[in-house]
């Protein structure tokens, strides 16, 4: 009898030694649920914080709409004449209308018109075609001009320009278009050409063109 007894006093004290092993076996398994569900809701964050980074830089650069530029391009002379004391001047050469997108998406613009000008007074337009300019690119449209003093009062300043070899004239121009972002978004743009050119009478070619 005394040695059942003892038998189930083993057996109640191996049982309670078993269970109290276990406990912390329990317990680390707790722990380790604890920690993997930190490392999740760390990485959620993580991705959240780089998503937002994305879309940051994303509309930043991609998505912000620039305003293009319209230039001339290099001016080839075929015709220039002068005369000081009329005064009188004429002129005939090629160029290049350079519309420069520098969008990630296209730029369709109506046709417009550049005026080019002595002292402010139209001397002799181009017309310029309705088109676009891809993204990242520029258009480029061949053009010829022909310009004369026809619409000019008579000026001493035109007479004394055209006695000192250097002819200064202005082109403006004003295209009105939309650029188009991802095939959704449309933004309206109007881009604006100011070039002052130089020729040199003597030699009958082009000094200086600047556009700004």
């Not at 305003?67 to 050469?93: C, D, H, M, W, Y």
């Not at 004369?148 to 320009?161: F, I, Q, V, Y």
Request: charged share 20%; hydrophobic share 40%; proline share 4%.
């Amino acid at each position: 009898m005394a040695e059942k007894i003892q038998q189930a006093l083993a057996s109640v004290k191996g049982y309670t030694t078993r269970k109290d092993e276990q406990l912390p076996t329990f317990q680390s398994e707790e722990e380790l649920k604890r920690q993997k569900r930190i490392k999740l809701f760390k990485y959620i964050g993580i991705f959240i914080v780089f998503q937002i980074i994305v879309m940051t830089v994303f509309g930043l650069t991609v998505m912000k709409v620039k305003t293009p530029k319209v230039r001339l391009g290099a001016i080839s002379v075929q015709e220039l004449t002068s005369v000081p004391a009329t005064p009188s001047f004429n002129t005939s050469f090629t160029t290049q209308i350079r519309v420069k997108n520098t969008n990630w998406g296209p730029y369709k613009f109506d046709a417009g018109i550049a005026t080019f000008m002595y002292q402010g007074v139209p001397v002799g337009q181009v017309a310029i075609p309705k088109s676009k300019a891809g993204m990242r690119s520029t258009k480029k449209i061949n053009v010829e001009v022909s310009l004369n003093t026809d619409a000019l009062p008579s000026s001493s300043t035109l007479s004394n320009e055209l006695n000192s070899g250097v002819l200064t004239l202005t082109s403006q121009a004003k295209l009105t278009g939309k650029v188009e972002l991802m095939l959704i978004m449309k933004k309206k743009k109007s881009a604006n050409m100011d070039c002052t050119i130089a020729f040199d009478l003597s030699t009958k070619t082009v000094k200086s063109l600047q556009c700004k």
